[in-house]
């Protein structure tokens, strides 16, 4: 591949502070995010991997038996990195709470936290895991304890969700719907039929889950309590878009060698660059290259061979035949990789070979982190 990413290059690069792993779900963003993060502790980097649902094995490779909203410290028997390697995974309640006792104060606080109408949007508004990733990236730059932040984005179905959530939250938290909600109780709910009727889809899902005649009230309250750190709320949505498109901002975009994948990540390719992001490449994870030179015409024709030739060496020509599927496997996907850098020249891509099982331990990670670099002997 000619225009390869140099995967050590950015984690040794001073002025990266943060890696920000994109794609669409299930394509082994945590994975990949968890593996760069050990590579770079390892290469001397204060590092911290904020992970949002790792698999329960890695997460505890990483010494996060417990969900924990802080960075914990990696410490493991034999693990002695140059530099540091933290981990945390997103809790994204917490992470609410926690903004919202920052920008209310400590009773209206109280006041909000317990609120129903809080409590349910917190947990199930759309975009609010998306929102609180981005919220909590922001609060571990703001210590300046790491110099490298690796963050692992939400498992939504497509990837441009994580750069549309802050705005789809605040644009739904805004003016027009506390207007209509902190009106006089009297409107007989005319407030929320119109919120509902105007095409607040997640609105409607988010407070259906709240029965009786208290949901106005609660909604009420909960609006007039907001109104007042609403300004905060939306100063930190920009505070973090504007670090996400500095200099010392890096996004990697995951994908798998499948057409959906690589479709997603192309129109995230095409975002950032609308929006003035720095994209440092695409990682093409759980490829299939093949390791013997030999066509899948060949093995085909060997199998052949011995079937006609009455050898009874069954195993050889399964392994023949199996050969040639793998052949043909690693070339669709040379044509999928193929057909995105012909659309996107200037990207490059690391290619990382599928593992035979899980990762699960820090061994898994690292052997992941050579693949990356193409290291891998």
Aim: hydrophobic fraction near 45%; charge should be neutral; proline fraction near 5%.
């Amino acid at each position: 591949m000619s225009n390869r990413l140099d995967v050590d290059a950015l984690i040794d690069d001073q002025q990266t502070r943060v890696i920000v792993c994109c794609g669409s779900g299930g394509v082994g963003k945590t994975t990949t995010a968890a593996a760069l993060a050990l590579r770079a502790a390892e290469r001397g980097r204060q590092t911290v991997v904020l992970t949002i649902d790792p698999a329960r094995r890695l997460a505890q490779a990483l010494g996060l038996r417990e969900l924990g909203n802080h960075p914990r410290k990696v410490s493991v028997e034999g693990f002695t990195p140059k530099g540091e390697l933290w981990a945390m995974m997103l809790d994204m309640r917490r992470t609410f709470d926690d903004m919202v006792r920052v920008h209310a104060g400590p009773e209206r606080a109280e006041q909000l936290l317990a609120n129903p109408f809080y409590q349910t949007i917190s947990t199930s508004f759309s975009g609010t895991q998306e929102y609180m990733a981005m919220e909590k990236l922001g609060q571990l730059a703001a210590t300046g304890d790491w110099d490298l932040i690796i963050v692992d984005t939400p498992p939504s179905r497509s990837a441009l969700d994580f750069l549309d959530a802050p705005n789809r939250l605040s644009t739904a938290l805004d003016g027009r719907m506390i207007r209509l909600l902190t009106g006089p109780a009297k409107a007989g709910g005319w407030g929320l039929r119109k919120v509902v009727s105007a095409g607040f889809s997640m609105f409607a899902k988010a407070v259906s889950t709240i029965l009786g005649g208290q949901l106005l009230a609660d909604a009420s309250a909960f609006m007039q309590a907001f109104d007042t750190m609403f300004g905060g709320f939306r100063e930190r949505a920009r505070k973090t878009a504007e670090l996400l498109r500095s200099a010392g901002t890096a996004f990697l975009v995951v994908a798998a060698p499948e057409p959906d994948a690589l479709r997603e990540a192309s129109y995230f390719v095409e975002r950032l660059s609308e929006e003035s992001m720095p994209l440092s490449g695409l990682v093409a994870n759980r490829t299939h290259p093949v390791l013997a030179e030999l066509s899948a015409t060949d093995a085909l024709a060997a199998a052949d061979a011995l079937d006609r030739g009455g050898q009874n060496a069954p195993l050889a020509t399964a392994v023949l035949r199996l050969h040639a599927d793998r052949v043909a496997l690693a070339e669709r996907e040379k044509r999928l990789l193929a057909r995105f850098t012909r659309a996107h020249p200037g990207v490059p891509v690391a290619a990382v070979p599928a593992l035979p099982s899980d990762v699960h331990d820090l061994h898994g990670l690292r052997d992941i982190g050579e693949r990356l670099s193409g290291s891998e002997h």
